[in-house]
């Protein structure tokens, strides 16, 4: 791992001094394509941000910060100069600042001081309506072929920084009116998620608190090199569908060091939704999940799925800890999905009042059209589940394949949980071993 820091710095350095070379005027900007994971080596790690050559108060440019103001076109022109500058930092001072939807730039940091607010603004007029995603073919929540826009939105990017100093800085979705609305069954459009940067490469958001998020609230989507480090959701525990980070079609993702309180799923990890995004093709690999404590009542702390159709792979969860959480770690798909959910780990995982401990289970339903494809089955397989502690389990695990799509491979090892009541496995379609697992797993799960 020293070994290719290293080598990745001397790249890194050559890489720098050739820029200089040819850019008659160089800014330092973020290191582009080497990977996080291989730059990020532990969660301990020192995370060293872009500096930018020029900051942007929004303040300067016109922006109030009284919770009323609503400031769009200040954030629209702010991006428009760090555009015309070739980069820049964004730096919103304390206040409230309210607003309606905007898109960044490349080379481009979102700073916000402590106690600086960016609040979306309760005007659903002030969010714009985009296409819906190419992997999903309409919204997920209505049928309209178009979506609410995130609040912070930003679409073929490369190197977008979103932070605030110690940590102390929010950007809060303003939910509420969104839930009701949702609840009442008002909405045309699908929700808008809080932070959505799509077709992006070098995606950081570090130190940095996000609340009342409308709907998933950061989903990094078909990008590349994301980094979620010591980032604090604070969703309402009933807040509909507000998911803390979902990467969907994404390469080299690391989450880490983070505390997630939320109304869905802590983490979902996404690939597109049936047809669609079978159609699409790219698949979540490359994932790092660790050091995280997350709480949810409704949902799981790690969900892969259930929109898992262009294929998720490679992914490691480590050094996890959830509690009052409905799942822990729970993989969900269903027949018409496709796809595959292959070489997943899960290890060092602490689960105190959680529901389902382990699931994995292809009956989730909740499909893109009526006219999905019966034969798209999801190939399930090589799946690593060890060192699991819980204490307050109502059920230990669930494990339900397809007649024609096994469950395959699925390893489970030292795993010890404290059911309370009579709660037992349920297994159908799925093959495995088992090793030191209490209470003792199903026969299908060879004893090794
Ligand atoms: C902004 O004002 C609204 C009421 O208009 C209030 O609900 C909200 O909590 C305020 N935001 C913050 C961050 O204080
Ligand atoms: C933001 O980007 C989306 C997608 O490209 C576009 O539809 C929208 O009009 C953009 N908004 C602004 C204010 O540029
Ligand atoms: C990490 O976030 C916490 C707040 O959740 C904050 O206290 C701490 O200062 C942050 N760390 C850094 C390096 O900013
Ligand atoms: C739903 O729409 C109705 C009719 O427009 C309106 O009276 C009601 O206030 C709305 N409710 C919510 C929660 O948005
Ligand atoms: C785990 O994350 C917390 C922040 O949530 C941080 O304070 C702590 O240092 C991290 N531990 C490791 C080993 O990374
Ligand atoms: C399985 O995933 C891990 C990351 O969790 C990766 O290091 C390993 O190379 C993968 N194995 C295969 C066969 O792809
Ligand atoms: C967890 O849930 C239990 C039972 O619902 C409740 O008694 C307890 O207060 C909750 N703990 C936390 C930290 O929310
Ligand atoms: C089993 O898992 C627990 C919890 O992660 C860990 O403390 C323990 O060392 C593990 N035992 C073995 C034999 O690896």
Redesign the pocket.
């Known amino acids: 791992m020293l070994q290719s820091a290293a080598n990745w710095l001397f790249g890194a350095a050559i890489a720098l001094s050739l820029l200089a070379l040819v850019d008659a005027k160089p800014w330092p900007r973020a290191p582009a394509s080497a990977s996080y994971i291989d730059q990020y080596p532990s969660s301990t790690t020192p995370i060293t941000l872009p500096v930018r050559s020029k900051s942007f108060n929004i303040v300067d440019y016109g922006a109030v910060g009284d919770?009323v103001t609503v400031n769009t076109a200040v954030f629209n022109k702010i991006v428009a100069l760090v555009a015309a500058n070739g980069d820049g930092e964004i730096y919103i001072p304390p206040g409230?600042f309210v607003s309606g939807t905007f898109n960044l730039t490349s080379h481009v940091t979102l700073r916000l001081a402590s106690g600086a607010?960016l609040?979306g603004s309760?005007n659903f007029a002030d969010h714009e309506i985009i296409p819906a995603l190419p992997s999903y073919g309409r919204g997920r929540e209505t049928e309209s072929i178009f979506r609410y826009s995130s609040l912070v939105h930003g679409e073929n990017l490369d190197d977008v920084v979103i932070t605030s100093d110690n940590g102390q800085g929010v950007i809060?979705g303003?939910g509420m009116g969104w839930w009701a609305a949702h609840r009442a069954s008002n909405l045309t459009y699908t929700r808008g998620h809080l932070v959505e940067l799509m077709y992006t490469t070098d995606i950081m958001l570090v130190n940095v608190e996000l609340r009342n998020s409308p709907f998933w609230t950061i989903h990094p989507y078909s990008s590349t090199n994301v980094l979620v480090s010591n980032v604090t959701i604070n969703n309402p525990l009933d807040s509909p569908n507000t998911d803390g980070c979902d990467p969907d079609s994404c390469n080299q993702v690391v989450i880490q060091n983070c505390v997630f309180t939320v109304g869905d799923d802590c983490i979902a990890v996404k690939s597109g939704w049936d047809n669609p995004g079978i159609q699409y093709g790219v698949p979540t690999t490359d994932v790092v999940i660790r050091n995280m404590t997350m709480h949810t009542p409704t949902s799981a702390a790690i969900a892969i799925g259930s929109e898992m159709s262009g294929g998720v792979s490679n992914l490691l969860a480590q050094d996890i800890r959830a509690f009052n959480c409905s799942s822990g770690i729970r993989l969900k798909s269903a027949r018409g999905r496709g796809g595959y959910l292959r070489n997943l780990t899960f290890d060092g995982v602490t689960l105190n009042d959680v529901k389902t401990a382990l699931s994995i289970n292809d009956f989730y339903g909740q499909h893109e059209s009526i006219f999905y494809d019966p034969l798209a089955v999801p190939i399930i397989d090589s799946i690593f589940m060890s060192n699991i502690v819980g204490t307050a389990i109502t059920i230990p695990g669930d494990f339900q394949g397809l007649f024609d799509a096994k469950i395959t491979n699925v390893a489970i090892s030292n795993v010890s949980l404290a059911v309370v009541g009579s709660g037992s496995y349920t297994c159908s379609y799925a093959t495995g071993t088992q090793h030191a697992v209490v209470p003792v797993l199903c026969d299908a799960f060879a004893r090794v």
């Open positions: 919770n409230i607010v609040a309760p809060d303003n």
